[in-house]
């Protein structure tokens, strides 16, 4: 077990997309939030319940901005539209993160909205790199999972989670994060070695 946070330096993260998956209460929130507080880069956050603008503070809030849908509404139509507007305009932007809390929310394992999905696959064109969570990884497409080249995994052990997953990641890594103490997490990089680290800090959520 790496003591602390390992030493991880994503080269082009304008270019590659990233992944936080595990269990509810794991720590995804936590381990974003702390991720995010370092970097400089421009960003859009769509954040789905509300759960990370309660605890990060943009260095930059000219650039980097958080959304949550639900102070504007809590219908899941007027929702989806908005989340389909703002996908479009991150497009139309480019040159920066585009975050999704929950991602599973926008889409299924056979559907994916298409401007989201023009993010995705075609994002790195314009400088856009994508990172995604859930609690549910069963239910993210395949195109999100099959574009991503860095996994965050926390605990994740139910059968239906580790086999559609394991179409990504392999099977032994998934099962590792069984064992993982509370906060815990594997850094995974596609094709690479996997990478255990202990807890960040708890962040406060005042």
């Known amino acids: 077990?790496?003591?602390?946070?390992?030493?991880?330096?994503?080269?082009?993260?304008?270019?590659?997309?990233?992944?936080?998956l595990g269990m509810r209460q794991e720590g995804k929130t936590n381990l974003l939030c702390y991720h995010l507080s370092l970097t400089r880069c421009p960003f859009t956050l769509w954040d789905e319940i509300g759960a990370v603008s309660r605890i990060l503070k943009p260095?930059?809030?000219?650039?980097?901005?958080?959304?949550?849908?639900?102070?504007?509404?809590?219908d899941k139509t007027k929702k989806r539209s908005m989340f389909h507007q703002i996908c479009q305009r991150v497009m139309l932007e480019g040159n920066q993160l585009f975050i999704v809390d929950e991602v599973h929310q926008y889409c299924t394992k056979r559907t994916l909205d298409p401007e989201l999905e023009k993010v995705v696959t075609l994002g790195g064109n314009k400088n856009i790199g994508f990172?995604?969570?859930?609690?549910?990884?069963?239910?993210?497409?395949?195109?999100?999972?099959?574009?991503?080249?860095?996994?965050?995994?926390?605990r994740t052990f139910l059968k239906p989670d580790v086999n559609?997953?394991?179409?990504?990641?392999?099977?032994?890594?998934?099962?590792?994060?069984?064992?993982?103490?509370?906060?815990?997490?594997?850094?995974?990089?596609?094709?690479?070695?996997?990478?255990?680290?202990?807890?960040?800090?708890?962040?406060?959520?005042?």
């Open 1 to 20: 077990m790496v003591k602390g946070v390992p030493d991880i330096h994503i080269q082009n993260p304008l270019k590659e997309n990233q992944f936080y």
């Open 59 to 74: 260095l930059n809030p000219k650039t980097q901005r958080i959304i949550n849908p639900n102070f504007y509404t809590t």
């Open 131 to 154: 990172i995604g969570t859930t609690q549910t990884v069963r239910q993210v497409h395949n195109t999100i999972l099959g574009n991503t080249r860095h996994f965050w995994i926390m």
């Open 164 to 206: 559609w997953i394991s179409f990504f990641i392999p099977k032994e890594t998934v099962l590792m994060s069984k064992d993982l103490p509370p906060h815990g997490y594997i850094y995974y990089p596609l094709g690479g070695k996997a990478l255990l680290g202990s807890a960040v800090k708890k962040m406060s959520l005042t």
